[in-house]
């Protein structure tokens, strides 16, 4: 059994297509020293949803192929993703090279053309979901954090939305935190935060949000000690979803004492 899974709470399952999934955390497969240490960080964090990016499905070449090393971990579903896509017609190119390559349903739509800013094209992102989705994958895209786009996305049939918490690989955390509130609350299915996670207290508060899971890659890979890293990123998941089933305490614009004592100071003492 995995360490990192609660067997008491098998009933809090994340639904993604036709496959549910006990761990709410996704890792990333970029950016490790080495396939060793992401096999590692992998099996810490016990992530079952992996994705890779297809130019690394690539069995001729052993030392760049990403794909074989993780096909052989037990109870990890890969998710090909288009990284590298200019436009929707690439993305659904690759898209559906992928599937044949990996058997996998599952496809993660990356479209961000610019690579100063590697922000996702909405227009394009929309119109490879619409037609991938049409063809029975099941689609989940990186997209800006659009509470329109995220409506759109889920009306063609995505089976989650995953906007960026800040620009990719900056570290920034959840600065696009009100909106992912408005996104949250009309989406209907899983909202995933993909992308700007630094540290395990960012990927918890987005959980305590009402996500459905994170995604975090660079975070772990270029850690110190990524096995370690993705460790305290489960952790951190779990509590987050923990807090947020629990239900938090409101917040309000004035204090109030937890033990209040006006009753007690303002009772007559019987030896007055």
Same mark, same amino acid.
């Given at each position: 059994?995995?360490?990192?899974? /609660? ?8 639904t ?29 964090? $016990? ?9 690394r499905?690539n ?8 794909f074989t090393p ?9 998710m090909p993703?288009?990284s $590298? ?17 990996? /058997?996998?349903r599952f496809?993660?739509?990356e479209? %961000? ?8 094209d909405?227009?394009?992102?929309y119109e ?5 989705a049409?063809e ?20 063609? $049939?995505?089976?989650s939305?995953?906007?960026l918490?800040?620009?990719i690989?900056?570290? %920034?955390g ?8 408005l ?5 209907r299915?899983p909202?995933?935060? /993909? ?5 395990p207290?960012?990927a918890a ?9 994170v995604l975090?890659?660079s975070a772990?890979?270029?850690? $110190? ?9 489960a952790g ?7 807090a ?5 305490m409101?917040?309000?614009t ?7 004592l ?6 007559p003492r019987?030896?007055?």
């Amino acid at each position: 059994m995995n360490p990192n899974h /609660d067997p008491t709470d098998s009933a809090d399952a994340l639904t993604l297509g036709e496959q549910t999934f006990s761990s709410r955390l996704i890792l990333g497969t970029g950016k490790f020293a080495s396939t060793a240490a992401m096999v590692q960080a992998v099996k810490a964090s $016990g992530a079952e949803l992996v994705t890779v990016a297809l130019r690394r499905v690539n069995r001729e070449r052993p030392d760049d192929d990403l794909f074989t090393p993780l096909a052989q971990l037990e109870g990890v579903t890969l998710m090909p993703n288009t990284s $590298g896509a200019r436009n929707a017609r690439e993305a659904i190119t690759a898209a559906r090279l992928a599937r044949q390559l990996c /058997d996998s349903r599952f496809i993660k739509v990356e479209i %961000h053309p610019n690579p100063h800013h590697l922000m996702p094209d909405a227009l394009e992102t929309y119109e490879a979901c619409r037609v991938l989705a049409a063809e029975g994958f099941w689609v989940m895209p990186y997209m800006p954090p659009d509470p329109v786009l995220a409506k759109r996305l889920e009306e063609v $049939g995505c089976v989650s939305v995953m906007p960026l918490g800040s620009a990719i690989g900056s570290g %920034h955390g959840l600065a696009a935190a009100d909106l992912l509130r408005l996104i949250l609350r009309d989406s209907r299915i899983p909202v995933i935060v /993909d992308a700007g996670l630094r540290a395990p207290s960012e990927a918890a508060a987005a959980m305590e949000m009402g996500c459905g899971a994170v995604l975090v890659n660079s975070a772990i890979a270029v850690a $110190g000690d990524p096995a370690a890293m993705a460790t305290a990123f489960a952790g951190a998941v779990r509590a987050g979803r923990a807090a947020y089933r629990a239900g938090l305490m409101p917040r309000g614009t004035a204090a109030v004492a937890s033990s209040p004592l006006t009753a007690f100071l303002s009772t007559p003492r019987a030896d007055a």
